[in-house]
């Protein structure tokens, strides 16, 4: 016969392509299926559970980071907000005594 024979367990090709065959429980390398156990899927979700906590300790990080360089520059901004203040305060000062500041 001509006709293409379809599903997972007769041998056939699947009518999806590859990627069918790799959902469907096909190897990639051999074509072959394979039936996941509970011990894989535990190994998955374990393996699957971690890979998240990493990923939320580098974005915890990330986030503590950010905030550590925006806190270090609203520091650096009110010292030299300061710092003019005070010079601007000290010309005022002398202006209304008479005095000349220094140039």
């Given amino acids: ?9 007769n041998g056939g090709k699947l009518p999806c392509g590859n990627l069918s065959r790799i959902v469907n429980g096909f190897t990639k390398r051999t ?26 300790q580098l974005e915890m990080k990330w986030l503590l980071d950010m905030a550590n360089t925006i806190d270090a520059g609203i520091r650096a901004w009110r010292e030299e907000m300061e710092r003019r203040y005070v010079e601007l305060y000290a010309e005022e000062i002398a202006r209304r005594m008479g005095l000349v500041p220094k140039q």
């Fill in 31 to 56: 074509g072959r299926i394979y039936r996941r156990t509970q011990t894989m899927n535990k190994r998955i979700r374990k393996k699957q559970q971690k890979q998240r906590e990493q990923r939320k």
């Fill in 1 to 9: 016969m001509s006709t293409r024979k379809s599903g997972r367990n």
